[in-house]
T-cell receptor
Framework: DAGVIQSPRHEVTEMGQEVTLRCKPI?????LFWYRQTMMRGLELLIY????????DSGMPEDRFSAKMPNASFSTLKIQPSEPRDSAVYFC???????????????FGPGTRLTVL | GQQVMQIPQYQHVQEGEDFTTYCNSS?????IQWYKQRPGGHPVFLIQLVKSGEVKKQKRLTFQFGEAKKNSSLHITATQTTDVGTYFC????????????FGKGTHLIIQP
């Protein structure tokens, strides 16, 4: 299995531009998570999906951030417009979870390092 | 909301010394997971603890879950240079497909 795939691996953009991060979860997994990691704030959960449905987006910083999961094998995280404070590493992770059971391990992708100038 | 505190933030040890990181939650957890992130890498799952008072071992690593299911620890015996990285605990107070709350991690630095 190729694991969780994220693209791009690095993104440098200017303030005000739209940024789209992409994630392909592990085949067969039904939960997908987007995290943001910075030195100051650590690893923060932004949003997660179960069976392609957004379950909790309370970690999304503001309306400039949006996430979609149109099907079981693809998700996007979009920032529009981007700001310098959005600079961070964004991780996507996936897992298999059954209702009523405890969480299973999450498999993280390699991350996208975003720099907003 | 749920908070997960982790100490220490940084730990310098000499190779061969032991290392321990502690994790405390503001709420009772249904389970706790531990992850390791190498410098420049991504978090990798180490283990999950579910039962009150549970202790699990992986070679030189010992994981404990507190009786009240609000704290946990990871202990590494006789550290090696390959243990370098950041160790995160991550907790969940619900069940099923809920998001994890990660601690800020303990950065382990090993001096040869």
């Amino acid at each position: 299995d190729a694991g969780v795939i994220q693209s791009p691996r690095h993104e440098v953009t200017e303030m005000g531009q739209e940024v789209t991060l992409r994630c392909k979860p592990i085949s067969g997994h039904n939960s997908l998570f987007w995290y943001r990691q910075t030195m100051m704030r650590g690893l923060e959960l932004l949003i997660y999906f179960n069976n392609n449905v957004p379950i909790d987006d309370s970690g999304m910083p503001e309306d400039r951030f949006s996430a979609k999961m149109p099907n079981a094998s693809f998700s996007t995280l979009k920032i529009q417009p981007s700001e310098p404070r959005d600079s961070a590493v964004y991780f996507c992770a996936s897992s298999w979870d059954s209702p009523g059971l405890t969480n299973n391990e999450q498999f993280f992708g390699p991350g996208t390092r975003l720099t907003v100038l | 909301g749920q908070q997960v505190m982790q100490i220490p933030q940084y730990q310098h040890v000499q190779e061969g010394e032991d290392f321990t990181t502690y994790c405390n939650s503001s709420t009772t957890l249904s389970n706790i997971q531990w992850y390791k992130q190498r410098p420049g890498g991504h978090p990798v799952f180490l283990i999950q603890l579910v039962k009150s008072g549970e202790v699990k071992k992986q070679k030189r690593l010992t994981f404990q879950f507190g009786e009240a299911k609000k704290n946990s620890s990871l202990h590494i015996t006789a550290t090696q240079t390959t243990d370098v990285g950041t160790y995160f605990c991550a907790g969940n107070s619900g069940g099923g497909a809920d998001g994890l709350t990660f601690g800020k991690g303990t950065h382990l630095i090993i001096q040869p």
